[in-house]
């Protein structure tokens, strides 16, 4: 079990493939689904994505400075990286805003957890908790099990009109992610009736 520090990423992660997991995705509508922020109050998925383009990034399970590893947590292709990846959405997020595209990062923990983790972090944007898979199971997003626990797997969600526009998974490695989305943001035009900066 490696203990290094939850903002690098070993050399000799395993690399997740694509299971066909997300293929149905693309076109889906976001619920109208209210979920819990770290900013307080709920977020409803449906309406945030039909005001402006919207990125939703999944991670499995943020770690802690003063907690272990889940045993055997390197091993599984996907699961290590949700701080880079949560860090680098950081590192970017003016070039987010400059487009006009919003961003919430999701995980299965519960909002207290995702709270510490976004202030010892510093994260501008809003964590939004599905601890209770309400999101995962209306869309069927691919999940696994570590440590007894559920998680979701890690993907991004690029949502125009309240529909997904694009898929990004298996993400790898995390902490290139947010370059990657950028990207995609900056050179594929918007669907029509979506205006790329506000």
């Not at 626990?149 to 009109?161: A, G, N, W």
């Amino acid at each position: 079990m490696r203990r290094g520090s939850l903002h690098e990423l070993p050399e000799d992660l395993p690399v997740p493939v694509d299971d066909g997991a997300c293929d149905h995705l693309p076109g889906v509508e976001m619920p109208a689904m209210p979920l819990p922020s770290t900013a307080g109050g709920v977020v409803n998925l449906a309406e945030a994505s039909r005001e402006k383009r919207t990125v939703f990034f999944f991670y499995p399970r943020s770690g802690r400075p003063d907690e272990p590893p889940i045993p055997g947590w390197d091993d599984i292709p996907g699961a290590r990286g949700c701080t880079p990846q949560s860090c680098a959405f950081r590192d970017r997020f003016a070039e987010f805003e400059a487009l006009g595209v919003q961003v919430f990062g999701m995980s299965a923990q519960d909002t207290e957890y995702q709270r510490e983790f976004a202030q010892r972090t510093h994260l501008p944007y809003r964590l939004l908790s599905d601890a209770a898979f309400a999101l995962t199971d209306a869309i069927a997003l691919p999940t696994f099990e570590a440590g007894g626990m559920r998680l979701i797997k890690r993907l991004t969600l690029v949502v125009s009109k309240g529909r997904i526009e694009k898929v990004f998974y298996p993400v790898f490695p995390p902490d290139k992610n947010a370059q990657e989305v950028l990207a995609y943001l900056q050179h594929a035009s918007p669907p029509q009736g979506i205006k790329q900066s506000e």
